[in-house]
């Protein structure tokens, strides 16, 4: 089945940077764009930036234009997303998939926390 397992969260300060990872397996990786997504608290999980087939062209949202980078490694079957100069809004659970995410299946996340 699929797996998407994302890792490297953790508690930074604002201002800080951490570099998420995610691996996947049990697809045809690189048949398909891939996205980060987050959810935050009492909030709905929202597209934070996407790469396409050969990782030429990313796309983000505007909340994170700027300051997030997205990149993937098809050999690895991963995608990364460098996140500097992190803000306390940036706290959510982040997820990676394909993107767009049609077949709703989700990893387990990992949770960053921006906080002073």
């Known amino acids: 089945q699929v797996q998407l397992v994302e890792s490297g969260g953790g508690l930074v300060q604002p201002g800080g940077s951490l570099r998420l990872s995610c691996a996947a397996s049990?697809?045809?990786?690189?048949?398909?764009?891939m996205g980060w997504f987050r959810q935050a608290p009492g909030k709905e999980r929202e597209f934070v930036a996407g790469v396409n087939l050969s990782g030429g062209t990313t796309y983000y949202a505007d909340s994170v234009k700027g300051r997030f980078t997205i990149s993937r490694d098809n050999a690895k079957k991963a995608v990364y997303l460098q996140m500097n100069s992190l803000k306390p809004e940036d706290t959510a659970v982040y997820y990676c998939n394909r993107h767009p995410p049609i077949y709703n299946d989700w990893g387990q996340g990992t949770q960053v926390t921006v906080s002073s």
């Open positions: 049990g697809i045809i990786f690189s048949i398909y764009a």
